[in-house]
Nanobody, 120 residues
């Protein structure tokens, strides 16, 4: 099996920064893409940012210019640097990855989520 474990959430004030991390472990052959989603209370889960194995990135319009996604392929880890945080960034942030396992099966895995709260 494959596990994704997130860390780095917390409570900050508007304008401050946070860095989220997500590490994948288990029977991993390779990881195609890794992504961050978020879900605010009462809203649907939305894509925040995604990064391919080759480093191509894409961002939601609401975070462009403020958030940076990066990954360490050797460590199967993805990061989300969140700068200039706003109260509307408050949500549970989830790590997501498309993984090719050692037995050549594709899996889409999710982390357990980490809370980010931005106070005004």
């Amino acid at each position: 099996q494959v596990q994704l474990v997130e860390s780095g959430g917390g409570l900050v004030q508007a304008g401050e920064s946070l860095r989220l991390s997500c590490s994948a472990s288990g029977r991993i052959g390779s990881i195609n893409y890794m992504a961050w989603y978020r879900q605010a209370a009462g809203k649907e889960r939305e894509l925040v940012a995604v990064i391919t194995y080759g480093g191509v990135t894409n961002y939601a319009d609401s975070v462009k210019g403020r958030f940076i996604i990066s990954r360490d392929n050797a460590e199967n880890t993805v990061y989300l640097q969140m700068n200039s945080l706003k109260p509307e960034d408050t949500a549970v942030y989830y790590c997501n990855a498309r993984i090719l396992t050692e037995v050549r099966e594709f899996l889409t895995s999710w982390g357990q989520g980490t809370q980010v709260t931005v106070s005004s």
